[in-house]
């Protein structure tokens, strides 16, 4: 599994693509939009919220074989399970909607498997999507 560590502010997003997009050269441009989404998705929320108002950093490791691949985020932020929200109720009009929770939703609909774990003060997010 190769493993990139940036700090977790959003101008490293591009770098993040970068190291992911190296992974995915079989993946179809369906899939391959799906994962960039996802990962944007994942990586924007670390950035911003888990360790504000400080600093550091974010871990994502990346194995792609075999028609599919896993990606993993890492980060020694705030305790946070994206997984455990209330999915955002989209039959409500945008007002009647509690702010935040879509971006999650979008994850969980396009990724084969969303898990969440927290171990050794570690929030650890992993998403895996096959092609094949």
């Not at 996802?38 to 108002?53: G, S, T």
Request: glycine share 6%; hydrophobic share 40%.
């Amino acid at each position: 599994m190769s493993e990139l560590t940036v700090p977790a502010a959003i101008e490293q997003l591009s770098a993040v693509h970068s190291f992911v997009n190296d992974k995915l050269e079989a993946c179809p441009h369906k899939e391959r939009v799906q994962i960039e989404t996802a990962v944007e998705e994942i990586f924007v929320n670390i950035a911003r919220y888990a360790y504000h108002p400080q600093t550091g950093n974010v871990t994502i490791r990346c194995k792609a074989e075999d028609g599919s691949v896993a990606i993993q985020f890492l980060d020694r932020g705030v305790p946070f399970n994206p997984l455990s929200r209330e999915d955002a109720d989209t039959t409500l009009s945008a007002e009647a909607r509690n702010i935040g929770g879509l971006g999650i939703l979008l994850v969980k609909g396009s990724m084969d498997v969303v898990e969440y774990a927290y171990a050794d003060s570690i929030n650890i997010l992993t998403i895996k999507k096959s092609w094949l």
